[in-house]
């Protein structure tokens, strides 16, 4: 497996934005799926957008899309998640994902997980 280490996270005001990175140890992550979740206070678990291991296949959630961007850098093994015109609704902890199998990934199966990152947008 693939140890994951969120940075990145903090308080921002609505508007605002952030850059998660998500830096991988143990294994190189140029094979492996990647995603990132969110789990705000009381709430299940939520996809928020993963990639493809060669990056050229993206997908999001509807409430980011056109807002978030995730992006990975294999050489760094690190992945990004830039967001953008954020909302105070994108206040939760968010955390990385890694699994060789992209569909694993996606049903949030997969078999790495980070420990999380908090973010909060005021209001």
């Known amino acids: 497996q693939v140890q994951l280490v969120e940075s990145g996270g903090g308080l921002v005001q609505a508007g605002g934005s952030l850059r998660l990175s998500c830096a991988a140890s143990?294994?190189?992550?140029?094979?492996?799926?990647m995603g990132w979740f969110r789990q705000a206070p009381g709430e299940e678990r939520e996809f928020v957008a993963a990639i493809r291991w060669s990056g050229g296949s993206t997908i999001y959630a509807n409430s980011v899309k056109g807002r978030f961007t995730i992006s990975r850098d294999n050489a760094k093994n690190t992945v990004y998640l830039q967001m953008s015109s954020l909302k105070p609704e994108d206040t939760a902890v968010y955390v990385c994902?890694?699994?060789?199998?992209?569909?694993?990934?996606?049903?949030?199966?997969?078999?790495?997980w980070g420990q999380g990152t908090q973010v909060t947008v005021s209001s």
């Open positions: 143990g294994r190189s992550i140029s094979s492996y799926a």
């Open positions: 994902a890694a699994d060789l199998n992209w569909l694993n990934l996606l049903s949030a199966s997969a078999g790495s």
